[in-house]
């Protein structure tokens, strides 16, 4: 019997193919768009301008009166504002131990809450929430009464790199997938003997 010269093989073999190369063309296009500039304020929220919050420009502290969840929303609006032809970029969350605001944030940071909302292989913003539990931790300032502090680090990412690494992974991840089967295929063939 003979096959046709367009086997199913064949064109199983061409779709993939261009289903990688049409994958891979949006993955860099969205890799290549700009980094957003930091995340606006929390609305009805006093920026701090205590020395451990302005001594970098990538983290700023706010008193404010927002729960947890509206705080989060908020930064994660901010940061959904970035769009791929028309559609808007998903933004994940991550949910840390309250412990590692020292190391994430800043050395003796207080946390109640620590949360980072991600754009995937691209940039972060790390929500460090603190919310007084005792008198003696209550916050004031200028005669008001605040909920609580956030801390906010916003971490971006330099746009020739990660285009530069996510295009060398393209190109390697073929190459890897092709020396992988041709190994299976060998050790296939050892087992068989």
């Known amino acids: 019997m003979v096959e046709p010269a367009y086997s199913n093989k064949f064109i199983m073999k061409h779709l993939v193919k261009a289903f990688y190369v049409l994958f891979s063309l949006i993955l860099l296009i969205y890799l290549s768009l700009p980094n957003p500039e930091y995340p606006s304020a929390l609305p009805d929220s006093l920026q701090s301008d205590e020395p451990g919050d302005t001594e970098i420009t990538l983290r700023r502290a706010y008193f404010t009166n927002f729960d947890r969840e509206e705080v989060l929303s908020h930064y994660q609006s901010e940061l959904s504002q970035l769009k791929l032809f028309n559609i808007v970029l998903p933004t994940y969350r991550l949910n840390y131990p309250p412990e590692e605001a020292q190391a994430i944030i800043r050395d003796q940071t207080r946390s109640t809450f620590l949360e980072e909302v991600v754009h995937p292989f691209?940039?972060?913003?790390?929500?460090?929430?603190?919310?007084?539990?005792?008198?003696?931790?209550?916050?004031?300032?200028?005669?008001?009464?605040?909920?609580?502090?956030?801390?906010?680090?916003?971490?971006?990412?330099?746009?020739?790199?990660?285009?530069?690494?996510?295009?060398?992974?393209?190109?390697?991840?073929?190459?890897?997938?092709?020396?992988?089967?041709?190994?299976?295929?060998?050790?296939?063939k050892v087992l068989k003997n």
């Open 122 to 188: 691209r940039e972060s913003i790390y929500i460090n929430g603190f919310k007084p539990k005792t008198e003696k931790d209550t916050i004031i300032i200028n005669d008001q009464l605040w909920y609580q502090k956030i801390t906010t680090r916003f971490v971006p990412s330099d746009t020739f790199t990660r285009v530069g690494l996510m295009s060398l992974a393209l190109i390697l991840a073929p190459l890897l997938f092709t020396q992988w089967k041709e190994t299976l295929f060998e050790f296939k």
